[in-house]
């Protein structure tokens, strides 16, 4: 069967920065990594330094190869599109953290481990939350959790849905000027406690100090979101990194959300400035993110809400050990004006966790095998023989400009090469006959 080689590159393996060499892959599975010019490993783990007859061969000279991007934080609502945009960003794996009905979510995701033109899928499936809290009290259908002694009935009925994890709601609607019962500590212990039996990992949403206070104190094993009031204190982190807690900040929803200075400056509102993003997305999906409000962690910034903070509580999480792990909260579909986008606004998130002070190599950890290791999926996020040939190729080295990530020259999904140039083509005709909506930035010709 034939291979690929992609020769003299630059090799983030996931942690680091490892040659240049050369990295090999047949059947969707990397095959052989050559580190330096004499030391090679193989999936047989035999030292070889030979290429394979009948192999394509791709120069990779100042070219930098990445494991495929992982997003641990998004909203796919059952739309193939989002899936779709999102691999041509080079998001390879889509961490879904609510979707429903759990049939659609289902057949996503069975559809998503076959087709080699959307982002691989994990979900949620349904989320936890409180009779009449949020977001349930907008959603009838959505079953909630009266109490302890549901937790471990809801997790089975997920586990049973096919859910790969469980997102647990712990809000009051605060952020979005309402008061709504939230989740209580006993009831959010008895979820975690239930997963853990079952073998599944729990993510926490948590909108305020004392919603991560509840869900650290619960023994959640993932928190997604970060304050806005107030950076997380010293204690919280060490005890975070005590017991092995992982975080999700998703800065830039909570940037877009509270705003420092200019909204226009947000990271990731800025990505149409960006010609290496804003050339592959149509001109709808442009003017969401320049203008889009819908679908963020909070409606009108609240007095004392600050982004610093969030940057603040990353940079203490990060300095104690906690990993950090990159997910954008994108939750844009056709008709839902969220300025958070699938795959593009990946970018702005890593800019983002820089900004916060982790280096360019331990944000990309964050959007590669720090995800992979903290949700189970052995298979990916690392450039190592027997790995998923999930791969991307980029201009530059984003070890040293975070934003290199964005001058992408080839994908490949499961070793099969994504073509960027027919979702461009699709993107240009969407462009020109898709509906009106507000103009958008022109483009950096
Ligand atoms: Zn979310």
Redesign the pocket.
Known sequence: MSSVIIERVRIFDGESLVGPGSVEFADGVITRVVRAPSASVSASGRASASASASAEVIDGAGLTLLPGLIDA?T?VFDAESNLRQALAFGVTTELD??MGPPEATRALCALARERADLADLRSAGLLASAPGGHPGVTMPLLPTVAGPGQADAFVAARQAEGAHFIKIMVDDGANHRRSLPALDRATVTALADAARRRGLLTVA?VSAVWSARLALDSGVDLLTHLPLEAALDEDFVRRAALQRRVVIPTLAILEVSAPENDPADCAARSLVHDPRIADHLPDPVLAVIAEGGEGLCVEHPLPGHRFHHALSSVARLHRAGVPVLAGT?A?HRPGRACPIVHGATLHAELALLVRAGLTPAQALTAATSAPAAHFGLSDRGVIAPGRRADLVLVEGDPTQDITATRSITAIWRGGVRVDRTAHHDRTAAHTTAGPGGTPTKRRTP
């Open positions: 934080h909203h953290m609510f949403h909260d939750n």
